[in-house]
């Protein structure tokens, strides 16, 4: 089963949770072996924008757009699984399932500048290290 949770510090984490009896025992509870695998983790939303290398934003902005792998991998010099790469790491990062949810995510989490087209990184995501 998918569980997600926050954790004190205000970070999410998402795995999954797994249980199976170890006992037989009729008539009482059973005993229950219950393990937790952590698949993942994202920061809390805050006001700041979240943090994105320049290659990252600069992947994301050219998704906002509307392009394929192999295109964004020739527009940015890598190859298409460079691009990939960068879109698991980040889909990871913020638990997006697919790629319209990332680039809805980038510009929820300030990421890529509202209101501008062609879709652009904000000034904090070209400049973050």
């Known amino acids: 089963m998918s569980v997600r949770w926050r954790a004190p510090d ?12 170890v006992s037989e025992s009729v ?3 059973p005993a229950l072996l219950v393990m937790l695998r952590v698949a993942g983790e994202r920061e809390a ?7 994105v ?9 050219l998704l906002a757009r509307g392009a394929t792998t192999a295109h964004a991998a020739r527009q940015l010099g890598l190859s298409k699984d460079g ?7 980040l889909s990871a990062r913020w638990g997006a399932a ?6 809805a995510r980038a510009y929820a989490l300030g ?6 087209w062609p879709p652009a990184p904000t000034e904090q995501a070209e400049s973050a290290e």
Not at 10 to 21: I, Q, V
Not at 83 to 89: D, I, K, N, P
Not at 98 to 103: D, K
């Open 83 to 89: 691009v990939t790469y960068h879109l698991r790491r």
């Open 111 to 116: 990421v890529l500048t509202p209101g501008v």
């Open 10 to 21: 205000g970070t999410e984490r998402y795995g999954e949770l797994a249980a199976d009896p």
């Open 53 to 61: 290398t320049p290659v990252e934003g600069r992947v994301l902005a």
């Open 27 to 29: 008539g009482e509870t």
């Open 98 to 103: 697919n790629r319209t949810e990332l680039v």
């Open 45 to 51: 939303s805050g006001s700041e924008p979240a943090r």
